[in-house]
T-cell receptor
Framework: GAVVSQHPSRVICKSGTSVKIECRSLDFQATTMFWYRQFPKKSLMLMATSNEGSKATYEQGVEKDKFLINHASLTLSTLTVTSAHPEDSSFYIC?????????????FGPGTRLTVL | GNSVTQMEGPVTLSEEAFLTINCTYTATGYPSLFWYVQYPGEGLQLLLKATKADDKGSNKGFEATYRKETTSFHLEKGSVQVSDSAVYFCALKLSGGGNKLTFGTGTQLKVEL
């Protein structure tokens, strides 16, 4: 089946620095990708929809200037957490819908654990 | 708004036991319903889905039936295995809502010998 990768899998950074997380669709093209945030014992929270060739669409309450999203190509979307603070520590997950008859199916990356000290 | 409610875990079962993980939803319109599974160290994978009322999704021995009258999509398996240990997420997607998914909180299942 389709594979989505994320890099890095874990990152630790100091407060005030920026961190970039990559999401790649390895064997299919994705004009749309989704970024989620997962809190402990909580559901996945959709942060934004990344659109190739246009601006990302952010969910209500998500700061677009803090969580910068760039859909650089049909196989790559990046999420940059700017001026990170400890409260940004979380598990970030991306997904991409399958193509053809599989548009109903989302393929998820393995996630990135961000820890801000 | 749209929401999904799952039973809280963790759920611990012995191998070959019967599994039920409850899921109910609230949605405007007619959603598609999904169960995703997350094995340790891996990304979420689609387990099964149902797109309309009374549809039954099934895969790997797991089943779930879309019950519109009770707004439920409970996951069942007749005989669990140790390899089924994972976190299970119920989710919905509205028709006309793009590919946005609304997830439940996830239920951790641990199957012991």
């Amino acid at each position: 089946g389709a594979v989505v990768s994320q890099h890095p899998s874990r990152v630790i950074c100091k407060s005030g620095t920026s961190v970039k997380i990559e999401c790649r669709s390895l064997d299919f093209q994705a004009t749309t990708m989704f970024w989620y945030r997962q809190f402990p014992k909580k559901s996945l929270m959709l942060m934004a929809t990344s659109n190739e060739g246009s601006k990302a669409t952010y969910e209500q309450g998500v700061e677009k200037d803090k969580f910068l999203i760039n859909h650089a190509s049909l196989t790559l979307s990046t999420l940059t957490v700017t001026s990170a603070h400890p409260e940004d520590s979380s598990f970030y997950i991306c997904s991409a819908p399958g193509g053809g008859v599989s548009t109903d199916t989302q393929y998820f990356g393995p996630g990135t654990r961000l820890t801000v000290l | 708004g749209n929401s999904v409610t799952q039973m809280e875990g963790p759920v611990t079962l012995s191998e070959e036991a019967f599994l039920t993980i409850n899921c109910t939803y609230t949605a405007t319109g007619y959603p598609s319903l999904f169960w995703y599974v997350q094995y340790p160290g891996e990304g979420l994978q689609l387990l099964l889905k149902a797109t309309k009322a009374d549809d039954k999704g099934s895969n790997k021995g797991f089943e779930a039936t879309y019950r519109k009258e009770t707004t439920s999509f409970h996951l069942e398996k007749g005989s669990v295995q140790v390899s089924d240990s994972a976190v299970y997420f119920c989710a919905l997607k509205l028709s006309g809502g793009g590919n946005k998914l609304t997830f439940g909180t996830g239920t951790q299942l641990k199957v012991e010998l």
